[in-house]
Nanobody
């Protein structure tokens, strides 16, 4: 088991950027698969991005080219860099670590 704590959410204007941070309670070096999900108001939880190892990434079509998932094993941290944000990116963003570890979420609001 690993505890995950997300931070970095907030209010940003359309076209702006945010970097989400997921801090783990222990080393994540042995955790191959980590992901970001999001849940918009009134919607179900949606997969956003996957990182396997340190370099194999996959993205939902809705964020491809705008979001970047990365990790720093030395800091036990997973990141999500979000650029060119759109109002439809508004959601609570959750960090996930295989096999079934979730953070509590951080709210991202994109609005002018």
């Amino acid at each position: 088991q690993v505890q995950l704590v997300e931070s970095g959410g907030g209010l940003v204007q359309p076209g702006g950027s945010l970097r989400l941070v997921c801090a783990a309670s222990r080393s994540i070096s042995s955790i191959n698969t980590m992901k970001w999900y999001r849940q918009a108001p009134g919607n179900g939880r949606e997969w956003v991005a996957t990182l396997r190892g340190t370099a194999t990434t996959n993205y939902a079509d809705s964020v491809k080219g705008r979001f970047t998932i990365s990790r720093d094993n030395a800091k036990n941290t997973l990141y999500l860099q979000m650029n060119s944000l759109k109002p439809e990116d508004t959601a609570v963003y959750y960090c996930y670590a295989f096999p079934d570890n979730w953070g509590q979420g951080t709210l991202v609001t994109v609005s002018s």
